[in-house]
């Protein structure tokens, strides 16, 4: 550490704009990416609805509480859905 | 044996605006032609028409892109050539307001015929990734992204990189895709040492495609255009001298990146940098 980014960390500015720009738009990019590339894949927010819809058919959730995730691994694709259910799951009043 | 000469095709794209591709466009073009490869540079950018005067024969522009593609003219008529380099030509964007002006038939027809008579064909985008935009991928064979060390720059690129990989003949059609190098504008080795600006390993990190240049912020690339003159033709300048570098790497010589050593820093600057 040099006495400039000494200086900084006393002061609370951010040492390094550089790798603060570079980890946004890693994460950025990376989401982008399964979004729009990698074959294509633009279907997952109405994917993320529908689902909702199956699920809230049988249970009252919280539109919150459902996380689609796409990820890809070379040849592997994973898609990830994580249900938080509230504590006492309870059918919908019809 | 008698080879059958296949032409090039360079798409000079970004999807950020004002990151250099016209410029870059004018550049790379001189650089291959004065390597002696025939070489057209194609102007996309219906409706803003830039190039013509970035190349410095605003004057000569009589008919255009559109026009030929519409058959109001034929290719000869609307090529300009160069004045300074034998073997380049330019071919100007239509000032048309009509977004519909291009089509993938047309623009084929053009790039077929510029195929018999060129090495390199290349073609400079417009911003965005609307219709100009695709058209001037669409039949590429290599793409070059032109990235400022920007966020926003560095994301636009990476959204180009997803369509040049999904909207292009090649990839309709399941060839080897296009060929994309990542050529990066404006870079400034001071402020990257600072910490204030993404390095070109941050950049390639981000984008992974290889490199092909890195072009310094310089004060010779407004006085080219300025001047009407292509940055690489202003031979004392080190913008110029990047951008013959970038070229000789995509012709295939192996150059090294000399811009990127850092300046030997004494310990008292070292303390206070």
């Not at chain 1, 603060?20 to 109405?46: C, M, N, Y």
């Not at chain 2, 005067?53 to 609307?78: H, I, K, P, S, T």
């Not at chain 2, 990734?129 to 966020?151: H, R, S």
């Not at chain 2, 040492?193 to 992974?208: F, H, N, P, Q, T």
């Amino acid at each position: 550490m040099n006495v400039k980014k000494m200086m900084d960390y006393f002061r609370g500015t951010p040492r390094n704009t550089a790798s603060l720009a570079k980890e946004r738009l890693q994460i950025i990019v990376s989401h982008e990416r399964v979004a729009t590339r990698e074959g294509g894949v633009d279907f997952l927010p109405q994917l993320e609805q529908e689902l909702l819809d199956v699920i809230s058919k049988y249970m009252t959730i919280d539109r919150e509480q459902v996380k689609v995730h796409l990820a890809r691994d070379g040849d592997l694709s994973i898609l990830e859905l994580n249900v938080t259910l509230p504590d006492k799951a309870k059918t919908p009043a019809v | 044996m008698d080879q059958v000469k296949q032409a090039t095709v360079i798409v000079i794209t970004s999807g950020k605006g004002g990151v250099g591709k016209t410029t870059s466009s004018a550049s790379i073009a001189a650089g291959i032609a004065s390597r002696g490869f025939r070489t057209v540079v194609i102007d996309f950018d219906v409706g803003l028409r830039n190039l013509d005067l970035v190349m410095g024969c605003e004057r000569r522009v009589v008919y255009d892109f559109v026009n030929v593609v519409q058959g109001e003219a034929n290719l000869q008529q609307a090529l300009i050539k160069d004045k300074r380099l034998e073997n380049l030509y330019i071919l100007p964007a239509s000032q048309t307001r009509d977004k519909d002006a291009l089509s993938i038939e047309g623009v084929q027809k053009i790039i077929e015929a510029l195929k018999q008579e060129f090495e390199f064909i290349i073609c400079d985008s417009p911003a965005g990734i609307e219709k100009g935009a695709l058209m001037a991928m669409y039949f590429a064979d290599y793409a070059i992204v032109v990235t400022n060390p920007e966020v926003s720059s560095v994301r636009d690129s990476d959204r180009i990189l997803g369509i040049l990989a999904s909207k292009t003949f090649r990839a309709e059609n399941k060839m080897t895709p296009v060929k994309e190098f990542l050529l990066l504008t404006r870079y400034s080795l001071e402020r990257v040492e600072r910490g204030d600006m993404l390095s070109v390993d941050d950049v390639k990190d981000i984008l992974a495609i290889p490199l092909l240049g890195v072009i310094p912020e310089s004060q010779a690339v407004l006085r080219a255009s300025n001047s009407g003159v292509p940055v690489t033709l202003d031979l004392e300048s080190d913008a110029s001298k990047a951008y013959m570098d970038a070229v000789g790497r995509f012709l295939g010589e192996d150059i090294a990146h000399w811009h990127l050593a850092p300046k030997k820093k004494g310990f008292f600057a070292k303390l206070f940098s």
